[in-house]
């Protein structure tokens, strides 16, 4: 009878944790099906970073960073069709505007920039590998 019983107990207990395991491999799969997701969507969003920042900019402003907060909102309501960025880069903080294609199409941008700003400068794009 107690043989029986310790059987019988044994059997259930591997039958719960054969039972768990299958639950926990389904979770897994959905897990791993979510983190895929998050991997491509974070290598989009990575692209579209590089594609932005591999453009010829112009930067207006270097240094502390209530000032390039100013000329930031300065230049953003001087230049609405031009996207306008605050960059940090040690030690100082850089107002850049613009995200051009093209040298020209900075350049010219360059020309009515320095209307307002008279130290701006244009930037190369960076090299992304």
Excluded: H
Excluded at 16 to 33: I, K
Excluded at 36 to 57: C, G, P
Excluded at 82 to 88: E, M, N, Y
Aim: charge should be positive; proline fraction near 3%.
């Amino acid at each position: 009878m107690k043989q029986k019983l310790l059987c019988c107990t044994v059997l259930s207990l591997f039958n719960a944790f054969a039972f768990s395991a299958w639950g926990q491999r389904d979770s897994l799969l959905v897990a791993e099906a979510n983190s895929a997701d998050k991997i491509n969507w974070m290598l989009e969003d990575f692209q579209a970073l590089n594609r932005v920042t591999s453009a010829y900019r112009i930067q207006i402003y270097a240094g502390n960073y209530q000032n390039a907060q100013k000329i930031m909102a300065e230049a953003q309501v001087a230049f609405p069709d031009t996207p306008v960025f605050l960059d940090f880069r040690s030690p100082s903080y850089r107002v850049r505007v613009g995200a051009f294609a093209t040298r020209l199409a900075a350049e010219k941008k360059l020309i009515a920039i320095r209307r307002i700003y008279k130290t701006s400068v244009l930037i190369k794009p960076e090299k992304t590998m």
